[in-house]
């Protein structure tokens, strides 16, 4: 079954084709990033207007990469949720246009799951049930992937989200942006104990995250450097800050997957490209016994192949849209269409 899949929910447009949920046989993105670091973070309304402008052209791209005709595609997968709400409206209209004029099925993807997928695409032979670290710049969710579309929270972020602090001490730093990259690459050689960060731990939630706390006492520390005039130490900054990230991500990941005994472990999303918490993870689950599933970068931001690929497992669930399909700008990962 060949999926022809649309992913617009920040400032990447992709439209890719994959065969199965398994094989990736084109995945074309066009990012606006350099647009919106100008302003320091996403413009939803810029990054709306670009998703316009090349989604079209982008999907006759990932054909022609494909080698392959419209009347090839035997289905249409798209997010649908979460998102930019403008952002997710333009995949969606998009999505439902194909499907109609095809004569085909349209998929919706909740967008995160569609990341849990992309270790399908990594790795052929992972099945659920795992545990799961979604990190992102819009989510922090430890998720129990019972089944390709049988998914519960574990525990979530209270606050804000850890890419989205990433970004932020990033931008304070004069990092520039997407911050996760340059913030990574500062920490290497980086002193991880110069600067005393908190940890926090959620008493009636033990597996619940909390950033805000790290996040206002990052910026907290940076103002009284630059305050006594003091250069800022950028490598140990970096260093202590993905050090407590990591801190807050890691245990809480592993002591779900003892709790449930699946002995699987995966990570994704755009924070699953740090260094630190890559080694972290592999370090913690190497003590447990446990399989540890980290897809390659390429694959942590995102693309339309993940959405291709959860897209297939949710049309075998019969979890099909129709021409009503609406976009959401926050949705469960737990909950159907």
Same mark, same amino acid.
């Given at each position: 079954?060949?999926?022809?899949?649309?992913? *617009?929910?920040?400032?990447?447009?992709?439209?890719?084709?994959?065969?199965?949920?398994?094989?990736? @046989?084109?995945? %074309?993105?066009? *990012?606006?990033?350099?647009?919106?670091?100008?302003?320091?973070? $996403?413009?939803?309304?810029?990054?709306?207007?670009?998703?316009?402008?090349?989604?079209?052209?982008?999907?006759?791209?990932?054909?022609?990469?494909?080698?392959?005709?419209?009347?090839?595609?035997?289905?249409?997968?798209?997010?649908?949720?979460?998102?930019?709400?403008?952002?997710?409206?333009?995949?969606?209209?998009?999505?439902? *246009?194909?499907?109609?004029? @095809?004569?085909?099925?349209?998929?919706?993807?909740?967008?995160?799951?569609?990341?849990?997928?992309?270790?399908?695409?990594?790795?052929?032979?992972?099945?659920?049930?795992?545990? %799961?670290?979604?990190?992102?710049?819009?989510? *922090?969710?430890?998720?129990?992937? !019972?089944? +390709?579309?049988?998914?519960?929270?574990?525990?979530?972020? !209270?606050?804000?989200?850890?890419?989205? %602090?990433?970004?932020?001490?990033?931008?304070?730093?004069?990092?520039?942006?997407?911050?996760?990259?340059?913030?990574?690459?500062?920490?290497?050689?980086?002193?991880?104990?110069?600067?005393?960060?908190? !940890?926090?731990?959620?008493?009636?939630?033990?597996?619940?995250?909390?950033?805000?706390?790290?996040?206002?006492?990052?910026?907290?520390?940076?103002?009284?450097?630059?305050?006594? &005039?003091?250069?800022?130490? $950028?490598?140990?900054?970096?260093?202590?800050?993905?050090?407590?990230?990591?801190?807050?991500?890691?245990?809480?990941?592993?002591?779900?997957?003892?709790?449930?005994? +699946?002995?699987?472990?995966?990570?994704?999303?755009?924070?699953?490209?740090?260094?630190?918490?890559? !080694?972290?993870?592999?370090?913690? /689950?190497?003590?447990? &016994?446990?399989?540890? +599933?980290?897809?390659?970068?390429?694959? /942590?931001?995102?693309?339309?192949?993940?959405? #291709?690929?959860?897209? +297939?497992?949710?049309?075998?669930? #019969?979890?099909? &849209?129709?021409?009503?399909?609406?976009?959401?700008?926050?949705?469960?990962?737990?909950?159907?269409?």
């Amino acid at each position: 079954m060949i999926i022809l899949a649309v992913e *617009s929910s920040c400032d990447e447009t992709a439209v890719a084709l994959v065969r199965d949920g398994r094989e990736v @046989l084109s995945d %074309c993105i066009a *990012s606006s990033a350099e647009m919106h670091e100008l302003y320091g973070g $996403v413009v939803p309304e810029i990054a709306s207007r670009k998703h316009i402008e090349v989604i079209a052209s982008l999907a006759d791209a990932a054909l022609e990469q494909a080698g392959l005709e419209r009347r090839d595609i035997d289905a249409v997968a798209v997010t649908y949720a979460p998102g930019l709400i403008g952002a997710v409206l333009v995949g969606v209209n998009f999505a439902k *246009s194909v499907a109609y004029a @095809l004569g085909v099925p349209l998929i919706p993807v909740h967008h995160v799951r569609g990341h849990i997928a992309a270790n399908y695409i990594a790795y052929p032979e992972l099945e659920p049930p795992f545990v %799961c670290l979604c990190v992102s710049g819009g989510t *922090s969710l430890i998720v129990d992937v !019972r089944g +390709y579309t049988d998914m519960a929270i574990l525990g979530a972020t !209270r606050d804000d989200a850890a890419g989205e %602090c990433f970004d932020k001490i990033a931008r304070v730093m004069g990092l520039g942006y997407p911050g996760g990259g340059p913030l990574d690459r500062a920490a290497q050689g980086g002193n991880d104990r110069a600067f005393d960060l908190p !940890r926090v731990h959620i008493q009636d939630a033990p597996l619940d995250l909390s950033f805000s706390g790290l996040k206002t006492a990052m910026l907290n520390q940076i103002h009284k450097l630059e305050q006594k &005039g003091e250069a800022l130490p $950028v490598a140990d900054l970096a260093a202590s800050f993905a050090a407590a990230v990591s801190d807050e991500l890691v245990p809480r990941t592993i002591e779900a997957a003892k709790a449930l005994g +699946y002995g699987k472990v995966a990570v994704v999303g755009g924070v699953a490209a740090n260094s630190r918490i890559r !080694r972290d993870l592999e370090d913690a /689950c190497k003590r447990q &016994g446990f399989t540890l +599933y980290m897809p390659p970068l390429k694959l /942590c931001g995102d693309h339309g192949a993940m959405i #291709g690929s959860q897209g +297939y497992y949710e049309y075998l669930a #019969g979890n099909l &849209g129709g021409t009503d399909l609406n976009a959401f700008a926050n949705r469960d990962i737990s909950l159907g269409v």
